[in-house]
């Protein structure tokens, strides 16, 4: 049954992988329906399948069984209204920052028949991201000359630039350092609130998931499936105190201790003491 109030609907999906010549289930009888304009974030052990199910939302991978549907309509490919932003940005070196915005549009206007007033909107859709993204003081530098983090606003700018209903981000914010992606976190989060669209986010930091997310979806691997789905108890005016609330404190605890649980890692203490008991200072290993 089509759930008329879903954005993106994902039922039974299922994916394997053939490795080695060992058939591996990246994806298991995944489920999960997200509403329009939500900010979802997935979490989970490695190995989970949360980009395995992003990249699948964005048409990058075929399901090996089940359905993903937009709008009403399966995903068969990727679409205009399903942009991606990485960790790595894959931007063009030989462009500046405002070519690199404007890239997919620029091809779009040399393959169609555009207007000189489209051509007008697109410098000005242009002109408002890199206002949005801070850009302004190095609109004409080349990647090279930018820093991570200023690398990852041009990425995302170009993702936004022809205004798409759900932007996947598969860890965005991986490699930065922790004082950059607290900033990056508040400009997503106002990019977010602007741009109304609806985001599925990819992380291993649980912290990140609780602050970003209206809901963090936990999923669990061998195979990758849903295991659990937390309503995150903050207001939608986010600010970085809140992750000093007990609140968010104990909903990171209870997250980290299922991604534990469902990938059999230990941190009992005790166990922890075995495992170095056997090797002592002045020992051999």
Not at 86 to 113: D, G, M
Not at 116 to 139: C, N, Q, Y
Not at 210 to 237: F, H, K, N
Request: charged content about 25%; overall charge neutral.
């Amino acid at each position: 049954m089509i759930n008329m109030t879903a954005k993106i609907e994902i039922r039974r999906a299922n994916k394997l992988f053939d490795t080695g010549g060992r058939r591996i289930a990246a994806l298991e009888n995944v489920d999960l329906d997200i509403r329009a304009n939500e900010f979802v974030t997935l979490v989970g052990a490695s190995g989970c399948g949360k980009s395995t199910l992003l990249r699948s939302i964005g048409g990058l991978e075929d399901l090996s069984s089940g359905e993903i549907r937009v709008d009403g309509r399966p995903v068969s490919g990727p679409g205009a209204e399903r942009a991606m932003v990485f960790q790595h940005y894959s931007l063009y070196p030989w462009l500046t920052v405002r070519e690199n915005i404007r890239f997919c549009r620029a091809l779009k206007i040399k393959r169609e028949e555009i207007t000189s007033a489209d051509v007008e909107i697109a410098s000005g859709r242009t002109d408002a991201l890199i206002g949005l993204m801070g850009l302004g003081p190095v609109e004409n530098a080349y990647p090279n000359q930018l820093s991570g983090g200023m690398q990852q606003r041009v990425a995302i700018a170009r993702a936004l630039m022809n205004r798409p209903g759900i932007l996947l981000m598969d860890e965005p914010f991986g490699a930065l350092d922790a004082q950059t992606r607290e900033v990056m976190h508040d400009l997503i989060l106002h990019v977010f609130a602007l741009e109304k669209p609806t985001i599925v986010f990819v992380t291993h930091d649980v912290e990140e998931a609780i602050y970003l997310g209206d809901r963090v979806v936990l999923m669990a691997p061998r195979p990758g499936r849903i295991d659990s789905i937390y309503e995150v108890p903050l207001p939608p005016e986010r600010e970085q105190d809140m992750k000093l609330s007990p609140e968010f404190t104990e909903l990171k605890r209870e997250i980290l201790s299922r991604i534990r649980a469902t990938s059999g890692m230990q941190t009992d203490r005790g166990m922890l003491e075995k495992l170095t008991a056997t090797v002592r200072p002045g020992t051999a290993a």
